[in-house]
């Protein structure tokens, strides 16, 4: 399993754009990689997955270069409620997922 | 439609005395995943259920712990003997693979405390 490394926390303020980035130097072929959020008190939830180059949805997007050895989350004009932790995973699907520290996020008015 | 659920939300049990924990995935889901989680800590991978493959139990701390599924449904993660360090929030989650997507889908919890 491909290991992952992201900052440990992040501070914020409101309206701000937020990039964490997730190094997964040894990402195999046919892994993916995988972010959740997860607020306190509750389980992770799905944010975004992808496979290379960039992804998009409702909530984030998610960059990734050509040698697919990182990733960047991107986190558009965040808000209180986005304080959470974040998660980067790598993996292909049906097999066990390893969550590492994750990212603190911690957003200010 | 419902989601993972987790029963009971909260348990406190004296050292040494056994503790079940059950996970209901969403019907449907043939992956189920169980993790623990210390506070202000990751996630740390216990088990995973597969259909009816053998279950990777990599994950298990020690021989105290042991999970069954039956059914290819609901899930039972057992623990004997507890300890005070086995104090954690158990998180179970199912997946159901679509294509190029394995989104898992996690559920309250369970809070053990062992006193």
């Known amino acids: 399993l491909a290991k992952t490394t992201q900052p440990i926390s992040m501070d914020s303020y409101e309206g701000q754009e937020v990039n964490i980035t997730c190094s997964h130097n040894?990402?195999?072929?046919?892994?993916?990689i995988t972010w959740y959020q997860q607020f306190p008190s509750q389980g992770p939830r799905f944010i975004i997955q992808g496979y290379k180059t960039k992804v998009t949805n409702e909530v984030a997007s998610l960059f990734i270069p050509a040698d697919r050895k990182s990733s960047t989350l991107s986190l558009p004009r965040v808000s209180l409620s986005d304080t959470a932790v974040y998660y980067c995973?790598?993996?292909?699907?049906?097999?066990?997922?390893?969550f590492g520290a994750g990212t603190r996020l911690f957003v200010k008015a | 439609g419902a989601g993972v659920s987790q029963s009971p939300s909260n348990k406190v049990t004296e050292k040494g005395k056994d503790v079940e924990l059950r996970c209901d995935p969403i019907?449907?889901?043939?992956?189920l995943y169980w993790y623990r989680q210390s506070l202000g800590q990751g996630l740390e991978f216990l088990i995973y259920f597969q259909g009816n493959s053998a279950p990777d139990k990599s994950g298990l701390p020690s021989d105290r712990f042991s999970a069954e599924r039956t059914g290819g449904s609901v899930s039972t993660l057992t623990i004997q003997r507890t300890q005070q360090e086995d104090s954690a929030v158990y998180l179970c989650a199912s997946s159901r693979y679509r294509g190029d997507t394995y989104e898992q889908y996690f559920g309250p919890g369970t809070r053990l405390t062992v006193t």
């Open positions: 040894n990402i195999a072929t046919n892994d993916y």
């Open positions: 019907s449907g889901h043939t992956a």
């Open positions: 995973l790598v993996g292909t699907g049906g097999f066990k997922t390893i």
